[in-house]
């Protein structure tokens, strides 16, 4: 088969990428992957086994008409965050003030075999797994695996991850190099099991255990267990470091997570047993090189997962760029290319910016009475002016406001907030100056369609 476009890598954005262009464009496609395929292979690659879906992810699934078949069935539906403090206490905080405003627990396996499923079935894809993609040669138009070369004909595009082997050809044509951002805290995951086939925690809520500089989540599964996942510094004190014997281990579980020891049998062997992850947040100068090249979703611009973006920013993008070809038809790949980088870099480059102001407000701000009032005030600004005022993780995760322009309007509303909090006549946030408000807001904040 003689392919219009070839994709290195099947995680999610490849297959879902693919599906796309060959439903939506009557692309033909290579599509090459390192590992097993996973729909036959159980090797665990230590990420994330569960991921949260929620509403630009969603869109794009849509788009691709496998969302109300597929996926529905297989999701879970978490309205807020259940905090988990020290002392055992559980203080639930919705994610929004509309009821309609939930993000979802899915499986990261499901998702894969679902779109590989779904590519395949479009009869336009051929699938290569066991092909790990060593080099792409942009000058010869040649791609090697191992000592296998082969010549192509149509453009290259990665989907290979935050070591994208084509984000690097990439830059070493544009003379720049990937910027690899450094994070000291890295990840561990365990897991709760269900207890009489029921779940030991509340199934619709993101599970948090803040501690200020470390934190752990937990996210339900469809058999009744959790995913958790334990977040703090690679070295250091009360690090992954830090912890080297069972004794070690149970000394700071009984200090920061007492709660969660009687959910977790066999806490040292799972603990020991997995490995820890490297968190890792990517920013890529160029996203394209020519008409022989373009990179998507975490090979440009891999973040942290403390907004649950990663996943929805990157089918985000398989949905923008499909509709860039749409706008462009009869134009060159090169064409299409800088315009969907031109179009798309600025805002996939913020969600690592949002993401890691969100790692403090989980791990931090969420025990804190202020973070507490502000919240509130924005869910009563937004019930108000529900058009203008829009609190940012709303914008985020349950509307298709481009990122950037959230992150600009948050800000503004960040200020509206201090100016409305600096009443020295404001015991309860509910009697808030409303003709203060008012003003600020209309001032400041123009209208969303």
């Known amino acids: ?134 080099k792409v040669d942009l000058d010869n138009n040649r791609i090697h695996f191992g000592k296998n070369i082969i010549d192509v004909q149509s453009p290259i595009i990665g989907a290979d991850g935050y070591k994208s082997v084509v984000s690097n050809a990439i830059s070493k044509k544009q003379k720049t190099k990937v910027n690899y951002l450094d994070i000291e805290h890295s990840y561990k995951e365990l897991n709760v099991n269900p207890k009489n086939n029921e779940f030991q925690l509340e199934p619709n809520s993101l599970h948090i255990w803040p501690r200020r500089d470390m934190m752990m989540i937990a996210l339900p599964n469809l058999d009744k267990s959790f995913t958790c996942t334990l977040f703090m510094k690679s070295k250091g004190s009360e690090s992954f470091y830090s912890i080297k014997t069972d004794d070690n281990l149970m000394e700071f579980f009984e200090e920061n997570f007492n709660d969660l020891i009687p959910l977790i049998k066999n806490l040292p062997k799972i603990y020991f047993g997995n490995p820890v992850g490297k968190l890792i947040g990517v920013n890529t100068p160029f996203w394209h090189y020519k008409d022989k090249a373009l990179i998507l979703g975490d090979a440009a611009h891999a973040t942290v997962p403390f907004y649950g973006q990663g996943m929805n920013s990157a ?17 060159s790949w090169e064409h299409i290319f800088n315009q969907y980088s031109i179009n798309r870099k600025e805002d996939a480059d913020t969600v690592l910016k949002l993401s890691m102001q969100n790692y403090k407000v989980m791990r931090n701000d969420v025990l804190d009475s202020k973070y507490l009032d502000r919240q509130k005030l924005s869910f009563l600004l ?54 203060k408000a008012h003003k600020l807001i209309n001032e400041s904040l123009s209208v969303i369609e």
């Open 315 to 331: 089918f985000e993008d398989c949905h923008v760029f499909s509709k860039i070809i749409d706008d462009n038809q009869g134009s």
């Open 1 to 134: 088969m003689t392919s219009d476009l070839n994709i290195i890598g099947s995680g999610l954005t490849g297959p879902l990428l693919s599906r796309i262009l060959a439903l939506k464009h009557n692309y033909t496609i290579s599509m090459y992957e390192r590992s097993p395929d996973c729909r036959i292979s159980k090797i665990y690659s230590g990420r994330s086994i569960n991921l949260a879906l929620s509403n630009r992810g969603i869109k794009a699934l849509q788009y691709a008409e496998v969302f109300d078949k597929y996926f529905e069935s297989r999701l879970i539906p978490m309205y807020g965050r259940t905090i988990h403090t020290k002392d055992g206490k559980k203080i639930f905080q919705p994610y929004s003030n509309k009821k309609e405003h939930f993000i979802n627990s899915i499986s990261r396996s499901d998702i894969n075999k679902i779109l590989l499923n779904s590519a395949e079935k479009t009869n336009k894809i051929k699938l290569n797994f066991n092909t790990k993609c060593d």
């Open 382 to 435: 937004n019930d108000e002016y529900p058009d203008q005022f829009i609190p940012i993780y709303t914008m985020v995760s349950f509307t298709s406001i481009p990122y950037t322009k959230a992150l600009k309007r948050s800000k503004i509303q960040d200020h509206i907030i201090n100016e409305l909090l600096l009443d020295d006549n404001l015991n309860d946030v509910n009697d808030y100056n409303k003709d």
